[in-house]
C-alpha cells in the first residue's frame, strides 16, 4: 500500500507567482457527462471531483479527510453514521448548502436512475436531524462506510428542481449533463463535449487555495501520437496517459518528463454468464466453467506486461491488486500459463474452434486494443477463434450494457481501496442497487450471502476469512481473469507542481505552475 500511496509531487514550491497561470491537460476520454450520480467511471468521477465535493474527500496520501462534513461518528449499535455539516459553504451559484442538499443527493443518487446506486445497497435512509446534521442509517453496522461515499458529490435540491434535473440521466441527457452547481473549489465555466472543457476558480470556496491557477483548460485527445506530440509543442501541460512506448522519449526531450506510478486498476476478461447463445447464435461456450479457465491459462501476462507494457505493470491474481485493504494472500497466485492444460479444458468443454466476439474499447486502458489483439493471438493458439471489435468508450458501456457481446475488456479501481468494492460491483448477482456492473449475469448464492457479513463484520481476521472464501469462488469458477495492475504514465511540463495518485483521478487545487526547475 505504501509504495501505491505515495504521492508523486514535483518540485517544491517556493514562491508563488503572481501572474495568471492556464493550465492546460489532456486525456483519450472526455468526461462523458457532468452529473455526479449518472456514471460511475474514473474519467467521469475524477474530472468531476474539480467541481463537485461530498462530505468526505482523499487526500494527497488516499486517506479519508473532511470536505463537507466537519466531522462524523459512529451512531449507537451500529445503527449507521451520524454526520456534522460544514457551515457558510455555498453552491457555485451562490446557494447555501445544508442537510437537505445531503438528503435530496441521498435520494437522488440511490435511485434506480442512478449508475452509483450500489454505494447505497446498505443504506436504509437518511434523516436530516437539524440543518447541519444528518444520519445515514444502514441496515448492519458499516465500519467502512465513510471510505465507500468518497465520490458521493451533493447537488442543490434548489437548483436540480428547477432545472428538471432532480434525476440522473444515465443512456440520455438533462440540464446536469453539461451544466454543474457544485461547491468545489473550481466551476464550469464552457463546455464543449468531446471537444474542450473550461473551469475557473471559484472565488466563494470554503477551503485553503493551494494552487495559482486561475483558468484550466481540458481538451480530450484520443490519439496517442497527437497528444505526445502538443505536449512536446508545448500546447498542454499535462497528458495521461503517455503512450509505453514514447515513455523514453518524452523523458529525453527538454522541458518535460514522465511521472509514473502504478494504478489501483485491474485489467481483466469478462464473459456473458448468462447468454444463453453466442452473438453468432451458437451455444455460449462461456457458459462452461471450463472454457474460461482455459482462457486463463491460454493467455501470457508476463509477455503482455514486457512487449505491450514495457514492464511498466504487475501481473493480478483478484480483482484487487496486493496493496488494496483485504487482499486474499492465499490466493495470491494467478492461473498458471500452460497451453496443453488449455487445450485440455477446451477439448473437455467441446468448445474446440470455437468462434465468438471479444469487444474492447480503444481508447479507455493503457494499449487496450493491443492488449486485446495480443489476446486475440494467445485463443488462437489452444484453439479458440476471438473476432475482435474495438471500439471508443462512449460507444463501450452501452453496448456492454446492451449484452452486444461474448467476451469483454473491463478494468477496475475500487473506490474504497478495498477488496469488498468489486465484490458489490462485479460479483453480487445484479439487481437491488448491487451488482450494476456485473455486465455478464453471473449468480453465487454463496457470494450474495457473505457480502453484508462482509461489509458489516467488524472483527478483521473474521473479515478477511470471508474475503479469502470470496476470492478463492472467483478464482475458481473463473468469474473473471484478472490479467495485471495498469501502470500510470504522465507526461508533465517542468516547472509544474502536481500530484498522481492510484486512482488516476487528477486533482486541479493541487497544481502549481512557474516554479524553479531543478
Given at each position: 500500500m505504501n509504495r501505491l500511496l505515495t504521492a508523486s509531487v514535483l518540485a517544491l514550491?517556493?514562491?508563488?507567482?503572481?501572474?495568471?497561470?492556464?493550465?492546460?491537460?489532456?486525456?483519450?476520454?472526455?468526461?462523458?457527462?457532468?452529473?455526479?450520480?449518472?456514471?460511475?467511471?474514473?474519467?467521469?468521477?475524477?474530472?468531476?471531483?474539480?467541481?463537485?465535493?461530498?462530505?468526505?474527500?482523499?487526500?494527497?496520501?488516499?486517506?479519508?479527510?473532511?470536505?463537507?462534513?466537519?466531522?462524523?461518528?459512529?451512531?449507537?449499535?451500529?445503527?449507521?453514521?451520524?454526520?456534522t455539516l460544514r457551515q457558510g459553504v455555498t453552491f457555485h451559484d451562490g446557494a447555501a448548502f445544508n442537510a437537505d442538499d445531503v438528503l435530496f443527493s441521498y435520494e437522488r443518487a440511490s435511485s434506480e436512475d442512478s449508475d452509483v446506486a450500489s454505494w447505497f445497497a446498505v443504506v436504509s435512509g437518511v434523516e436530516v436531524v437539524d440543518e447541519y446534521t444528518v444520519d445515514i442509517l444502514t441496515t448492519s453496522p458499516q465500519p467502512i462506510f465513510p471510505d465507500s461515499i468518497a465520490n458521493w458529490m451533493m447537488m442543490d435540491s434548489d437548483w436540480a428542481a428547477a432545472n428538471g434535473a432532480e434525476r440522473p440521466a444515465r443512456d440520455t441527457e438533462n440540464f446536469a449533463t453539461r451544466n454543474v452547481n457544485g461547491t468545489a473549489a473550481f466551476m464550469l465555466q464552457s463546455r464543449q463535449p468531446d471537444l474542450e472543457t473550461v473551469l475557473v476558480p471559484f472565488d466563494g470556496w470554503w477551503g485553503e487555495v493551494e494552487h495559482n491557477v486561475t483558468e484550466a483548460i481540458f481538451t480530450p485527445i484520443q490519439n496517442s501520437a497527437t497528444a505526445v506530440a502538443a505536449l512536446l509543442a508545448g500546447d498542454v501541460d499535462l497528458i495521461d496517459p503517455v503512450p509505453v512506448q514514447d515513455a523514453d522519449r518524452v523523458n529525453a526531450s527538454d522541458g518535460v518528463h514522465v511521472l509514473s506510478g502504478i494504478e489501483a486498476r485491474v485489467i481483466m476478461l469478462g464473459y456473458g454468464h448468462d447468454h444463453e447463445t453466442l452473438l453468432s447464435g451458437e451455444d455460449n461456450i462461456f457458459a462452461d466453467v471450463r472454457v474460461r479457465q482455459a482462457v486463463g491459462h491460454a493467455i501470457n501476462v508476463p509477455a503482455i506486461l514486457q512487449a505491450i507494457m514495457g514492464g511498466n505493470a504487475e501481473e493480478a491474481s483478484q480483482l484487487v491488486s496486493p496493496a488494496m485493504r483485504g487482499f486474499s494472500e492465499a490466493n495470491a497466485a494467478r492461473p498458471a500459463y500452460d497451453q496443453d492444460l488449455a487445450r485440455s479444458l477446451i477439448a473437455e468443454a467441446g468448445a474446440e474452434g470455437a468462434t465468438f466476439n471479444l469487444s474492447c474499447p480503444n481508447d479507455r486502458y493503457l494499449n487496450d486494443e493491443a492488449v486485446c489483439q495480443a489476446v486475440v493471438g494467445m485463443l488462437a493458439q489452444v484453439g479458440l477463434n476471438a473476432q475482435l471489435e474495438t471500439m471508443p468508450v462512449s460507444n463501450y458501456w452501452p453496448e456492454l450494457r446492451a449484452d452486444n457481446y461474448d467476451m469483454y475488456l473491463l478494468g477496475w479501481s475500487p473506490g474504497t481501496f478495498d477488496a469488498e468494492h468489486p465484490l458489490r460491483f462485479?460479483?453480487?448477482?445484479?439487481?437491488?442497487r448491487l451488482g450494476t456492473w456485473n455486465f455478464g449475469g453471473y449468480s453465487n448464492p454463496r457470494i450474495d450471502e457473505m457480502l453484508p457479513l462482509i461489509q458489516s463484520e467488524i472483527d478483521p481476521d473474521a473479515r478477511q476469512a470471508m474475503l479469502d472464501e470470496a476470492a478463492a469462488i472467483v478464482q475458481q469458477d473463473a468469474v473473471y481473469n484478472t490479467m495485471y495492475v495498469q501502470p500510470l504514465l504522465w507526461g508533465v511540463a517542468d516547472g509544474i507542481e502536481l500530484t498522481q495518485r492510484p486512482d488516476n483521478f487528477f486533482i486541479l487545487r493541487w497544481v502549481r505552475m512557474g516554479l524553479p526547475v531543478e
Amino acid at each position: 500500500m505504501n509504495r501505491l500511496l505515495t504521492a508523486s509531487v514535483l518540485a517544491l514550491a517556493t514562491a508563488l507567482p503572481a501572474q495568471a497561470e492556464t493550465f492546460r491537460w489532456s486525456a483519450t476520454t472526455d468526461p462523458q457527462t457532468m452529473d455526479p450520480h449518472a456514471v460511475s467511471s474514473a474519467p467521469v468521477l475524477g474530472f468531476l471531483n474539480n467541481v463537485y465535493e461530498g462530505l468526505v474527500r482523499r487526500g494527497r496520501d488516499m486517506a479519508i479527510e473532511p470536505a463537507l462534513a466537519e466531522s462524523w461518528e459512529p451512531l449507537p449499535d451500529g445503527a449507521g453514521w451520524r454526520f456534522t455539516l460544514r457551515q457558510g459553504v455555498t453552491f457555485h451559484d451562490g446557494a447555501a448548502f445544508n442537510a437537505d442538499d445531503v438528503l435530496f443527493s441521498y435520494e437522488r443518487a440511490s435511485s434506480e436512475d442512478s449508475d452509483v446506486a450500489s454505494w447505497f445497497a446498505v443504506v436504509s435512509g437518511v434523516e436530516v436531524v437539524d440543518e447541519y446534521t444528518v444520519d445515514i442509517l444502514t441496515t448492519s453496522p458499516q465500519p467502512i462506510f465513510p471510505d465507500s461515499i468518497a465520490n458521493w458529490m451533493m447537488m442543490d435540491s434548489d437548483w436540480a428542481a428547477a432545472n428538471g434535473a432532480e434525476r440522473p440521466a444515465r443512456d440520455t441527457e438533462n440540464f446536469a449533463t453539461r451544466n454543474v452547481n457544485g461547491t468545489a473549489a473550481f466551476m464550469l465555466q464552457s463546455r464543449q463535449p468531446d471537444l474542450e472543457t473550461v473551469l475557473v476558480p471559484f472565488d466563494g470556496w470554503w477551503g485553503e487555495v493551494e494552487h495559482n491557477v486561475t483558468e484550466a483548460i481540458f481538451t480530450p485527445i484520443q490519439n496517442s501520437a497527437t497528444a505526445v506530440a502538443a505536449l512536446l509543442a508545448g500546447d498542454v501541460d499535462l497528458i495521461d496517459p503517455v503512450p509505453v512506448q514514447d515513455a523514453d522519449r518524452v523523458n529525453a526531450s527538454d522541458g518535460v518528463h514522465v511521472l509514473s506510478g502504478i494504478e489501483a486498476r485491474v485489467i481483466m476478461l469478462g464473459y456473458g454468464h448468462d447468454h444463453e447463445t453466442l452473438l453468432s447464435g451458437e451455444d455460449n461456450i462461456f457458459a462452461d466453467v471450463r472454457v474460461r479457465q482455459a482462457v486463463g491459462h491460454a493467455i501470457n501476462v508476463p509477455a503482455i506486461l514486457q512487449a505491450i507494457m514495457g514492464g511498466n505493470a504487475e501481473e493480478a491474481s483478484q480483482l484487487v491488486s496486493p496493496a488494496m485493504r483485504g487482499f486474499s494472500e492465499a490466493n495470491a497466485a494467478r492461473p498458471a500459463y500452460d497451453q496443453d492444460l488449455a487445450r485440455s479444458l477446451i477439448a473437455e468443454a467441446g468448445a474446440e474452434g470455437a468462434t465468438f466476439n471479444l469487444s474492447c474499447p480503444n481508447d479507455r486502458y493503457l494499449n487496450d486494443e493491443a492488449v486485446c489483439q495480443a489476446v486475440v493471438g494467445m485463443l488462437a493458439q489452444v484453439g479458440l477463434n476471438a473476432q475482435l471489435e474495438t471500439m471508443p468508450v462512449s460507444n463501450y458501456w452501452p453496448e456492454l450494457r446492451a449484452d452486444n457481446y461474448d467476451m469483454y475488456l473491463l478494468g477496475w479501481s475500487p473506490g474504497t481501496f478495498d477488496a469488498e468494492h468489486p465484490l458489490r460491483f462485479l460479483v453480487h448477482t445484479n439487481g437491488e442497487r448491487l451488482g450494476t456492473w456485473n455486465f455478464g449475469g453471473y449468480s453465487n448464492p454463496r457470494i450474495d450471502e457473505m457480502l453484508p457479513l462482509i461489509q458489516s463484520e467488524i472483527d478483521p481476521d473474521a473479515r478477511q476469512a470471508m474475503l479469502d472464501e470470496a476470492a478463492a469462488i472467483v478464482q475458481q469458477d473463473a468469474v473473471y481473469n484478472t490479467m495485471y495492475v495498469q501502470p500510470l504514465l504522465w507526461g508533465v511540463a517542468d516547472g509544474i507542481e502536481l500530484t498522481q495518485r492510484p486512482d488516476n483521478f487528477f486533482i486541479l487545487r493541487w497544481v502549481r505552475m512557474g516554479l524553479p526547475v531543478e
